[in-house]
């Protein structure tokens, strides 16, 4: 296993489309075993490949407490099969988006299908928490940001900030805004 670096906003990649996976064989639980220790180095609680510049649709996520058990679920080509009419609201975060948060609004319930370490589909119902943080990754996969959900003022002032940040590094790409943000 091995960390990799996380892209962080403005870098243009984080809005690329990620690729289906053909199948999870060696090479990707690899990927997946290192993005799970990425993820836990951060800390943070879900990672999707184009996160460490691999746009494959792969995501590793534990929700477990501090304390807790690990509970490391590792997904690929994951698609949402239905989500109820009841919304959650969570404060949410990324490790692309360091030390910003925000209330965000998504489908309290979900039915999720995506291959598993092993290579085996698997259909789950979640709530809460968990499907919060996959309906989060997910949209990572499409190119779409947690900010992408939030009011455009805020979503601009956070993204001047990075970009700002970014230029200051020297290492600035602008990033355009997702087609589907909410106002």
């Known amino acids: 296993m091995a960390l990799r670096p996380i892209i962080i906003l403005p870098d243009s990649r984080l809005r690329t489309m990620s690729e289906p996976v053909a199948r999870v064989d060696a090479a990707i639980r690899t990927l997946m075993d290192d993005m799970m220790e990425t993820m836990y180095e951060a800390p943070g609680i879900g990672l999707a490949a184009i996160q460490i510049a691999v746009p494959q649709r792969v995501v590793v996520i534990d929700v477990a407490k501090e304390g807790d058990a690990p509970e490391p679920l590792f997904i690929a080509n ?106």
């Open 78 to 183: 994951p698609e949402i099969l239905w989500s109820s009419p009841e919304i959650g609201t969570y404060e949410e975060g990324c490790l692309s988006i360091p030390d910003y948060y925000a209330e965000v609004k998504r489908p309290a319930k979900i039915g999720v299908r995506f291959l598993d370490r092993d290579n085996n589909v698997v259909e789950r119902e979640v709530d809460g928490l968990l499907a919060t943080c996959i309906q989060h990754e997910i949209d990572h996969l499409n190119g779409v940001l947690f900010i992408d959900h939030i009011s455009r003022l805020k979503r601009e002032r956070v993204t001047k900030k990075f970009a700002k940040a970014a230029k200051f590094a020297g290492d600035y790409e602008e990033v355009a805004p997702a087609t589907k943000a909410q106002d």
